[in-house]
């Protein structure tokens, strides 16, 4: 993440460099997305989502995440021509998360509306608004300027307070919400099968292109992996509680061993020379 602006301008003069930066409008985007899932939730508990300003809210907030997963892949492919990187390919490319994320708000942007689909949107947001407004909305607001005869390195010993809490507060629920993301994208894709089979409009593209979705990130996510062996456990322990009849558990059996299959043909790793694709913990 790229500095704040220098200390030594003034307010004014901070706050134009700061905003003319491509990172203020990634962060922008982010802030957007937030304020249109406040107001798309507004008009979910009044059971209005259909209404206009529904509707504008939904798809301001995949465009507003279009946008700023579009950005950081742009940014990177500009590192990778820099340093004359060569090309990753499709398999390469597809396999960054920020690629794949980009992707599926084109798709939930274009696709007939389901509210839980912005949740995890909203869930990364909120910790790339905080960590962008700790690192870079306030020193350029609120500088800390080093004390004086100080070397031009030296850094204030006076921290702000406000980014001080949002530090904590990063660091003390990310790895929680990361759990919690998971866990809304496994129940996002239960919603999609409930669509398909009751056949509504572009439900059956939707949970193949979302299966898809779902399988790179199982590969890559550890917690999405574990979220995975979580309500494997649940339904092991439901399923397996006596006075169940022998059938339930034989069913159960059934869509284990068709998950394990499925997993296995799609392991990507297998079709490139054994190396798999990196896992990542987000």
């Known amino acids: 993440m790229a500095p704040p602006p220098s200390a030594n301008l003034p307010l004014t ?20 997305l937030l304020l249109c899932i406040l107001r798309y939730t507004m008009s979910f508990f009044i059971y209005n989502t259909t209404s206009r300003w529904a509707r504008f809210s939904y798809r301001t907030a995949f465009l507003s995440a279009a946008l700023t997963y579009g950005i950081v892949v742009y940014k990177t492919w500009r590192s990778r021509q820099k340093v004359g990187a060569k090309n990753l390919g499709a398999v390469g490319i597809l396999s960054d998360e920020n690629v794949q994320y980009l992707l599926m708000a084109l798709v939930w942007l274009l696709t007939p509306q389901y509210s839980l689909a912005m949740l995890p949107y909203g869930i990364y947001s909120v910790f790339h608004v905080l960590t962008y407004t700790r690192n870079n909305v306030i020193p350029t607001i609120q500088p800390n300027k ?9 850094k204030s010993q006076s921290a702000n307070p406000v980014a001080e809490a ?11 919400s990361m759990s919690v993301v998971s866990i809304l994208e496994i129940m996002l894709w239960f919603r999609l099968f409930l669509s398909a089979i009751f056949f509504q409009r572009f439900s059956w593209v939707l949970i193949a292109v ?3 979705f779902l399988r790179t990130r199982f590969a890559q996510s550890s917690h999405v992996q574990d979220a995975f062996r979580d309500l494997e456990l649940r339904i092991d322990s439901i399923v397996g509680a006596q006075g ?29 020379n054994g190396s798999a694709v990196p896992k990542k913990t987000s």
Do not use: C
């Open 13 to 32: 003069e901070r706050i134009v460099a700061l905003a003319k930066t491509l990172q203020f409008a990634w962060f922008s985007g982010h802030l957007v």
């Open 146 to 154: 080093a004390p004086a005869g100080a070397s031009p390195g030296a």
């Open 166 to 176: 949002i530090g904590s507060f990063v660091k003390q629920y990310y790895d929680m």
């Open 210 to 212: 979302y299966t898809a």
């Open 244 to 272: 169940n009849p022998p059938a339930i558990r034989s069913v159960w059996e059934v869509v284990k061993n068709a998950t394990r299959q499925f997993h296995d043909v799609t392991d990507i790793s297998k079709y490139m």
